[in-house]
């Protein structure tokens, strides 16, 4: 073999070699696993985050249904998708201060958009929030569609500041956000988050309904990369 061969072939291997580096750096991903109670009722759902292409992408494994939000480098969702196990998929994406939402609802296709502000769209809030600590902002609104419910409403963030908590015996350094409504009802709900110092990854949430007789939900984080 000629000398121009061989630099030709390692220079091809070496090629190769950037090639599949750079491919798998760009769909790294994460998954955490996360328990969640509310009463006596425990369910187990996974939370997985992509990176691929300069776009994050957000999956959560839960009951069977699956939800995909793609999200900006602030923790704003751009596109989200719910595919759950009734087949009533339903897709929303944002266009400047507007939501398109199209798919199927109640057996039905459905059509509909939504008129915003200029607030984000968090509809990743484990991530999002957490984004949102590393923020110079104390407070920050936020769009969101919650659980059941295909009209988007508002949620107001704060910022806590720092406290250790325990974790299936391990004290473990957070940073607390509380969140509630914009309206009559934040007198009746709020919610915590706490997120773990350095990464920022959701390590435990914790709703307070002011209602009685409604059960207090708890999320912590079970595994971990």
């Known amino acids: 073999m000629k000398a121009t061969h061989i630099f030709n072939f390692t220079l091809f291997a070496s090629l190769l070699f950037l090639l599949s580096s750079l491919t798998s750096t760009a769909a790294s991903g994460e998954e955490y696993h996360y328990q969640e109670q509310k009463g006596k009722d425990i369910i187990s759902f996974t939370w997985k985050i992509e990176n691929s292409g300069g776009k994050t992408r957000i999956t959560v494994f839960k009951n069977g249904n699956s939800y995909i939000s793609t999200c900006n480098s602030d923790g704003s969702t751009r596109q989200w998708k719910l595919k759950d196990i009734k087949k009533e998929n339903v897709e929303v994406t944002r266009v400047n201060n507007l ?9 039905e296709i459905y059509e509909n958009s939504v008129g915003l502000n200029d607030k984000p769209w968090f509809q990743s809030p484990y991530y999002a929030l957490g984004k949102f600590i590393n923020s110079s902002y104390r407070d920050i609104s936020f769009w969101i569609f919650q659980e059941g419910d295909i009209e988007p409403v508002v949620l107001n963030a704060r910022k806590r500041g720092a406290e250790s908590i325990v974790i299936n015996t391990k004290t473990i350094q957070a940073q607390k956000v509380e969140v509630r409504s914009d309206d009559f009802f934040s ?26 007789g409604v059960k207090d939900t708890v999320v912590t984080l079970t595994e971990q990369p």
């Open 187 to 212: 007198k009746l709900w709020r919610g915590f988050y706490w997120f773990r110092e350095g990464d920022n990854r959701l390590v435990m949430y914790r709703s307070e309904p002011g209602i009685p």
């Open 99 to 107: 939501l398109n939402i199209t798919g199927k609802v109640d057996g």
